[in-house]
Structures are given as C-alpha cells and as structure tokens.
C-alpha cells in the first residue's frame, strides 16, 4: 500500500513509518505498516474533504502515522507506549501546545472511543474507518489471526461474538462517516448476526 500525498508530510512521518516496517513484530496481522498507511491514507481524505487548514492538517498526519506507534513494544496501553515513545521525537518539530493536541488524537483511538475535537473525530473514523467498507472481511481476517495469537479469541463462534458486540456498540463520530461509512457497517453486522445464528441452528 502506498502513502497518497506523500509530500504534504512532514520528514518525521516517513522515518516513522521506515522504523515500524522494520520493527513492527510479524505475529500482526492487522496493526501492521499496512494499517498505519491506510489510517493515513483516509486522513488525508478527511483532510480534503473538510479542507482542513494546513497546520492542523500536518498534525493530523503525525497523529495518524503515530497512532499505534506503540505496537513496536506491546499492544498493552499501546496508545500510551505510542505517546511516551514519540515525545522525545516530537518536540523538535512541534510546540507543546501542539503535542498535545497530537496526544490526543492518539488517545481517540483507543476503544471505546471518545473523541472530543473535530480533529480527534476525525482520527478516531479513519481508524476504523473499514468498519463500514468492503475490504472488511479481508481486514477483519488478519485481526482475527492476530486476536488469536494474543488468545483473546479461541474459535469462529467467539470471533463471531466479539466482532457483534464491537459493532453495535461502534459509532462513527463525523458526517463524512456517518453517511458514507455506517450503512455499510450496519449491513455488515446484520449478516455477522446471521452468520451466528447459523452456527448455532
């Protein structure tokens, strides 16, 4: 998968991502440089779509390229690892204030998400903006092998069960996603419960 609008990032964003292709662990299946770029990837959609001014937008990007920035460790409190790990590379191109605003996009993403800012919205949808897309069950695929690595899932039936769960209680934050993105995430859903209901007939 390749980065649009490369140039309209900062330096740091593409060392950031040259270091979680080489250090990102190969049991992910799902957090992988592949989903950093497409979290990108969709923010830069976002940012056109709202026209988004241009500092805010490169702050955007930073906080999308760094997101899971903390998987290179643990998926534990990955958010945190992801701020604590980017902190010492951050103040040299960004102001506290800016940081912060960074910080918290980052944290948007942890779920459940509670997104405050526009800014944050944004994020926190283009995280999970696949929820509502047809590439779903490709994706939804690796995040099943890799919950199963963490054995946080142990067979069909419970990956069944917990993608229902996380859907109905998901919720896109902007219009953009709420338009273009829910419907298909409730047809989606509709079809898991089906699924589930034939595995128990």
């Not at 950093?36 to 990007?61: F, G």
């Not at 919205?121 to 590439?135: E, M, N, Q, S, T």
Request: net charge negative; charged share 30%; aromatic share 8%.
């Amino acid at each position: 998968m390749k980065l649009h609008n490369e140039k309209a990032y900062p330096k740091l964003c593409l060392l950031l991502l040259s270091t979680l292709e080489k250090s990102l662990p190969n049991h992910l299946t799902y957090h992988t440089l592949e989903h950093t770029i497409d979290v990108a990837n969709v923010c830069d959609a976002y940012i056109k779509h709202y026209n988004i001014e241009e500092n805010d937008a490169k702050l955007i990007r930073v906080a999308a390229i760094g997101h899971d920035f903390g998987y290179i460790i643990s998926p534990i409190e990955h958010e945190e690892r992801s701020i604590k790990n980017l902190s010492h590379i951050l103040k040299d191109m960004l102001t506290p204030e800016e940081i912060e605003v960074v910080n918290g996009m980052i944290r948007a993403t942890k779920v459940p998400q509670v997104p405050t800012t526009f800014m944050e919205k944004i994020v926190a949808d283009a995280d999970l903006d696949y929820l509502g897309r047809a590439d779903y069950d490709l994706l939804s695929g690796g995040l099943y092998k890799e919950f199963q690595y963490f054995d946080i899932v142990n067979n069909q039936k419970d990956w069944l069960d917990l993608q229902i769960k996380f859907l109905e209680n998901h919720k896109f934050h902007t219009p953009f996603a709420q338009e273009f993105r829910k419907p298909l995430k409730l047809q989606k859903l509709k079809e898991l419960k089906e699924k589930r209901q034939a595995l128990v007939s």
